[in-house]
């Protein structure tokens, strides 16, 4: 289902942007935001700072000044460098920026909001994460049109500041994205199984690949190439979002294992693979359909919180803004039968 939107269905004007780390998502972040608000960045790397500033973006020569201009603008601070630095950053930012309206784009909500909570308490935080990218790195991987048609999630709990969901949201649908509200637990149960498992196969089947030699690797095609292609991503990037999510990862990877393990045993003794593949064929005419169902709502009120957490718990997700703040109105596409 196709759905469209103006920018008068976004709520308030996005806030100045503040981007930290400029590879392939703080990267395109800046390429596209930059059509619908004040935007600039920052990186620790003086050779991708030069190349954002030849390409004609705004960028800040240190880390301090980037983050005085976040606090003195009321602007959005975006965390969009690897997760390995969050415990670095977070602790700067609280002495710089306390109070600063902070976002990350890191592929796990649960721990970043736990070192959130334990180092810059007193940031006003939304925890974000856009389903979109490549297996490409850097400033040059970068584009403008990354977010359009991606699932954006945001992330709520009993404590959230809509005022900055609103920000977060915004900026999103601004960027083409769909908003799919959740909590941080759901987040990382669900990224587990539809990105950090397929990227760990990803790089078995590869290996597996090279394993049968130089005839294997000759006669591999589309299938292979479609199914192994996140392997290419740089291992230090898989590592840091897979180990991060480790906790949600083992169980996932148990039912993964168990059902390739059923399989096998049926290979042994039976030679059919009847349960699989027809399992594995109705779940992927489910997704190729998950979207035939939803309609069209506007939530409000006082338990707007637990409207959007259900909404995408659903399957559904978040389509405009409508007002602000305590006026805050939220067009959401949402499964018909849930």
């Not at 004609?56 to 201009?69: K, N, Q």
């Not at 897979?242 to 390739?260: H, I, P, Q, R, S």
Request: glycine share 10%; with cysteine; net charge negative.
């Amino acid at each position: 289902m196709m759905i469209t939107m103006t920018f008068s269905e976004v709520g308030d004007p996005t806030p100045p942007l503040f981007v930290l780390g400029l590879g392939l998502i703080g990267g395109s972040l800046i390429r596209g935001a930059t059509a619908f608000t004040e935007v600039s960045g920052w990186s620790p790397t003086a050779a991708t700072r030069d190349a954002a500033a030849a390409d004609g973006f705004t960028v800040h020569s240190s880390l301090e000044d980037i983050l005085d201009a976040a606090a003195e603008q009321d602007g959005l601070l975006v965390l969009a460098a690897p997760l390995t630095a969050f415990d670095t950053l977070l602790p700067r930012i609280a002495e710089r920026a306390p109070t600063v309206k902070l976002t990350d784009v890191a592929s796990v909500k649960a721990p970043v909001a736990d070192q959130v909570a334990e180092l810059a308490p007193e940031v006003r935080y939304v925890g974000s994460h856009p389903m979109a990218g490549t297996q490409f790195s850097g400033w040059s991987a970068g584009s403008a049109g990354l977010f359009d048609g991606a699932a954006w999630v945001t992330c709520l709990d009993d404590d959230s500041d809509l005022t900055v969901w609103g920000d977060v949201a915004g900026l999103a649908l601004r960027l083409g994205s769909r908003v799919v509200p959740t909590e941080a637990p759901a987040h990382d149960d669900a990224v587990a199984r539809i990105s950090h498992v397929p990227h760990l196969l990803a790089l078995a089947l590869a290996q597996v690949a090279q394993a049968g030699g130089s005839l294997a690797g000759s006669l591999a095609a589309s299938s292979f190439a479609d199914a192994t292609r996140v392997a290419a991503t740089r291992p230090e990037l898989i590592r840091a979002m897979c180990e991060a999510n480790g906790k949600a990862l083992l169980g996932v990877m148990d039912e993964t294992l168990g059902l390739l393990g059923v399989a096998r045993g049926s290979l042994a003794s039976t030679g059919s693979l009847q349960k699989l593949t027809s399992g594995g064929h109705e779940a992927r005419v489910a997704f190729e359909h998950r979207a035939d169902s939803l309609i069209e709502l506007t939530l409000s009120g006082p338990d707007l919180l637990d409207q959007l957490i259900s909404v995408g718990s659903a399957g559904g997700h978040v389509a405009g803004l409508i007002g602000a703040d305590d006026d805050l109105r939220v067009r959401v596409w949402y499964p018909s039968e849930a």
